[in-house]
C-alpha cells in the first residue's frame, strides 16, 4: 500500500500525464471531489461530484477543455491519513494560479479530495 505522500506525489504525476486511469486509479470507489471549478460549471452539484464514474468524467472533461493543463508542485505535506499538495497551475487560459488540494486516504486510496484556490 502507498504512503500518503507516495499517493501525492503518484497524483500529481499521472495528472500530469493527463493519464485519466492513472488518477482513478488512487481514488475509493465511493471518493468524493470538491472544488470552485465543479461549482461553476456545474452549479447543480453544490460544488461536490461523488464517486468514480464522475470523477473520472471531471478529469477527463479538464485534460480535454485544456490540453496544456499542468501542475507544479510546491509543497506536499502529509500524515497517515491525509495529504495536502499545493501547488502552480499553469493552464493556456490564463495566468499561473497557486492551488492547494487535501486529499483524506483510508487504505490507501483517496476517499476525499478538496481545491482550494481562488
Same mark, same amino acid.
Given at each position: 500500500?502507498?504512503?500518503?505522500?507516495?499517493?501525492?506525489?503518484?497524483?500529481?504525476? @499521472?495528472?500530469?500525464?493527463?493519464? +485519466?486511469?492513472? *488518477?482513478?486509479? !488512487?481514488?475509493?470507489?465511493? $471518493? %468524493?471531489? &470538491?472544488?470552485?471549478?465543479?461549482?461553476?460549471?456545474?452549479?447543480?452539484?453544490?460544488?461536490?461530484?461523488?464517486?468514480?464514474?464522475?470523477?473520472? @468524467?471531471?478529469?477527463?472533461?479538464? +485534460?480535454?477543455? *485544456?490540453?496544456? !493543463?499542468?501542475?507544479?508542485? $510546491? %509543497?506536499? &505535506?502529509?500524515?497517515?491519513?491525509?495529504?495536502?499538495?499545493?501547488?502552480?497551475?499553469?493552464?493556456?487560459?490564463?495566468?499561473?494560479?497557486?492551488? @492547494?488540494?487535501?486529499?483524506?486516504?483510508?487504505?490507501?486510496?483517496?476517499?476525499?479530495?478538496?481545491?482550494?484556490?481562488?
Amino acid at each position: 500500500m502507498l504512503t500518503s505522500h507516495a499517493i501525492a506525489v503518484a497524483w500529481l504525476d @499521472a495528472f500530469n500525464r493527463h493519464d +485519466v486511469d492513472g *488518477l482513478i486509479a !488512487l481514488y475509493a470507489d465511493d $471518493a %468524493t471531489h &470538491t472544488s470552485p471549478k465543479i461549482r461553476v460549471l456545474h452549479p447543480e452539484t453544490g460544488g461536490t461530484i461523488v464517486g468514480k464514474p464522475a470523477i473520472r @468524467a471531471w478529469w477527463a472533461g479538464a +485534460v480535454a477543455r *485544456l490540453p496544456g !493543463l499542468s501542475y507544479q508542485a $510546491a %509543497t506536499i &505535506t502529509a500524515t497517515a491519513e491525509r495529504a495536502v499538495i499545493e501547488y502552480i497551475r499553469h493552464a493556456p487560459d490564463g495566468p499561473p494560479m497557486p492551488i @492547494a488540494e487535501a486529499f483524506d486516504l483510508r487504505d490507501g486510496r483517496v476517499v476525499a479530495s478538496r481545491v482550494y484556490h481562488g
